[in-house]
């Protein structure tokens, strides 16, 4: 299983604390923490995905749950109405998040911020978070990263200029989060509230 870098240092310190409680309070000890560090490996797998491409498609960048769906304006990238589609991730989800397109990187801005429940309208005002504006071959579209109520760290791999590939790696945010992706105004939308996405592979939108 293909695991991402940024989980090297707490999967060894959770077999480290399993090492620990085995030697110092006893195995019983060790084997209630077991589930824990086993569950640090699942939660930084980052297995290969693949799926639908074409310039016509956006691809989900994020597994999880579709929140909302809504009309907003998005002024920084899009430049006037938008569509939202908020995909919210909880700490089962696989946490590597994926280009929705290929194109060039246009745009980027980290803003510190709070911590709330990533679920909520709340935190995409108020929250810690990363945006990735993309110029495509289709128009313009922004994916935003959202900390959530335990994430403390948003990943994002590349600057301005990148040359991004449908389906790589954008970045990872630990520990339970939300990403939004907005698209013009008018975009047909390929999935519904309540929708369970696979990162690099669900369809959510598909430019005519």
């Given at each position: 299983?293909?695991?991402?870098?940024?989980?090297?240092?707490?999967?060894?310190?959770?077999?480290?604390i399993?090492?620990?409680?085995?030697?110092?309070?006893?195995?019983?000890?060790?084997?209630?923490?077991?589930?824990?560090?086993?569950?640090?490996?699942?939660?930084?797998?980052?297995?290969?995905?693949?799926?639908?491409?074409?310039e016509q498609?956006?691809?989900?960048?994020?597994?999880?749950?579709?929140?909302?769906?809504?009309?907003?304006d998005?002024?920084?990238?899009?430049?006037?109405?938008?569509?939202?589609?908020?995909?919210?991730?909880?700490?089962?989800?696989?946490?590597?998040?994926?280009?929705?397109?290929?194109?060039?990187?246009s745009?980027?801005?980290?803003?510190?911020?709070?911590?709330?429940?990533?679920?909520?309208?709340?935190?995409?005002?108020?929250?810690?978070?990363?945006?990735?504006?993309?110029?495509?071959?289709?128009?313009?579209?922004?994916?935003?990263?959202?900390?959530?109520?335990?994430?403390?760290?948003?990943?994002?791999?590349?600057?301005?200029?990148?040359?991004?590939?449908?389906?790589?790696?954008?970045?990872?945010?630990?520990?339970?989060?939300?990403?939004?992706?907005?698209?013009?105004?008018?975009?047909?939308?390929?999935?519904?509230?309540?929708?369970?996405?696979?990162?690099?592979?669900?369809?959510?939108?598909?430019?005519?």
């Open positions: 299983m293909r695991i991402a870098p940024e989980g090297r240092p707490f999967i060894i310190g959770a077999w480290l399993a090492a620990a409680l085995a030697a110092v309070v006893g195995w019983p000890a060790a084997v209630a923490w077991l589930p824990i560090a086993i569950w640090v490996i699942a939660f930084f797998r980052d297995p290969v995905r693949e799926g639908p491409r074409g498609l956006v691809i989900a960048p994020a597994d999880g749950k579709v929140v909302s769906i809504i009309a907003i998005e002024p920084e990238v899009i430049g006037g109405p938008a569509t939202r589609v908020s995909i919210f991730m909880n700490v089962f989800n696989v946490h590597v998040n994926r280009y929705p397109t290929s194109g060039e990187v745009f980027r801005r980290h803003r510190p911020g709070a911590f709330f429940n990533a679920a909520s309208e709340k935190a995409a005002l108020e929250n810690e978070q990363s945006d990735v504006g993309m110029t495509t071959v289709r128009g313009p579209i922004l994916v935003r990263q959202i900390a959530g109520l335990v994430a403390r760290r948003i990943v994002t791999d590349h600057g301005m200029g990148h040359h991004a590939e449908q389906g790589d790696r954008l970045g990872l945010i630990r520990f339970g989060s939300r990403v939004d992706i907005f698209l013009p105004a008018g975009t047909p939308i390929r999935v519904r509230e309540g929708e369970i996405t696979k990162a690099g592979t669900t369809i959510i939108a598909e430019w005519s």
